[in-house]
């Protein structure tokens, strides 16, 4: 038995070395596909624009409603200088009121953050202030919150002649 061994392991290399070297186009297999190409292409120009608008009127049936256009600019009202000479007043009386509870926080000062806050106050019957909120943001919110602070401290303001005014607050560093 122990002569047929290597005979038998002989024979086993040499089949497998065949398998594995054999090549694979003699057995009649199909070829491997060629590799992928690819290329860009330029975008598709983008076709005419019209006048269409994005936005149509679909709640009215008339053709001449919806080809009107847009409608007038609202009138522009203007203050006569009497009452542009109150409101001024009113919004440098405020601006020293609030001058006495604005503080400049120490974080915007750290990072040299400076900017113009307006606040669009609502004042209450009795003169108190009943909201503020931010009409223009300094782009800080630091500052922002701190002008919102210190226009809720200001408390009663019974000066004022308007139910809501703008306030503007100005932040610099010198």
């Not at 009386?93 to 974080?107: D, E, G, N, T």
Request: hydrophobic share 45%.
């Amino acid at each position: 038995m122990l002569p047929c061994l290597p005979f038998a392991i002989a024979l086993s290399l040499a089949l497998h070395a065949g398998v594995l070297f054999w090549d694979a186009r003699k057995l009649g297999l199909p070829p491997a596909p060629p590799p992928i190409e690819a290329s860009l292409q330029p975008p598709a120009p983008h076709p005419a624009r019209n006048n269409e608008p994005l936005l149509k009127n679909t709640l009215t049936d008339d053709p001449a409603l919806v080809k009107a256009g847009p409608p007038a600019p609202p009138a522009v009202r203007t203050l006569p200088p009497t009452a542009r000479v109150v409101a001024r007043r009113q919004i440098e009386a405020a601006q020293r009121k609030l001058s006495q509870h604005l503080y400049y926080p120490p974080a915007a000062i750290a990072r040299g953050l400076e900017g113009e806050v307006r606040l669009l106050l609502t004042i209450a019957d009795d003169g108190s202030i009943s909201d503020v909120v931010i009409a223009a943001s300094s782009g800080h919110a630091l500052l922002d919150q701190a002008a919102v602070k210190a226009a809720y401290a200001m408390g009663r303001i019974g000066w004022a002649n308007s139910r809501e005014f703008i306030l503007p607050v100005i932040f610099r560093l010198e």
